[in-house]
């Protein structure tokens, strides 16, 4: 009696794990998702409106505007923050010749934030994001579309991204790559 007791306990306890295994994609997606991951991207961000704001600051700083087109749930996008913040000589040109802008891409839940914004530089996340545009403090889109080649396999190539933001940065002697 005592082992079919024992049997019956474990074979109840061994089916309660299965009841909480989500059974669709969105579901199991949000239990892998880590917990800590902040928000990057601001859903309610009118991408406009960044970018108008970052210019009159980037005019007033002498400085150019960096384009980050992402989404919260991209763990790539994650990865490049990380870089651009932990990283000390990516993080020195950074402060030094940017205003950053996060512009929030995400199309899990409906229709493509920042359409229009994604569409008037020329659809730089046609590759995959994050991706990176640069501007001049007065507007003008300095970089060409895309940043492919800024991936590898562990997401960012530091020195391939050093290199980028150093050719972008006001002062480099810079063309427009349009």
Known sequence: ???????????????????????????????????HRLSLYDPKADGEKQIADALGTAKRLGKNVLLQFGANWCPDCHAMHRLFQTDPKIAEV??????????D????????????V??????????????????????????PKGTRDLKDDDHRHHEK?????????PGAGSVSGK
Do not use: C
Not at 94 to 103: D, Q, T
Not at 119 to 143: H, K, M, S, Y
Not at 161 to 169: D, I, M, T
């Open 161 to 169: 991204v050093l290199a980028f933001l150093k050719r972008w940065a």
């Open 118 to 143: 994604v569409a008037r530089f020329g659809n730089p996340i046609e590759g995959g994001i994050p991706a990176l545009v640069v501007l001049a403090a007065d507007g003008a889109q300095l970089t």
């Open 94 to 103: 950074l402060k030094a010749g940017y205003v950053s802008v996060m512009i």
């Open 1 to 35: 009696m005592r082992t079919q007791v024992s049997f019956l306990l474990a074979g109840a306890l061994a089916a309660v794990p299965i009841a909480l295994i989500p059974t669709n994609g969105a579901a199991a997606e949000a239990v892998a998702a880590p917990k």
């Open 105 to 116: 891409v995400d199309s899990r839940e409906g229709p493509m934030r920042n359409a229009a």
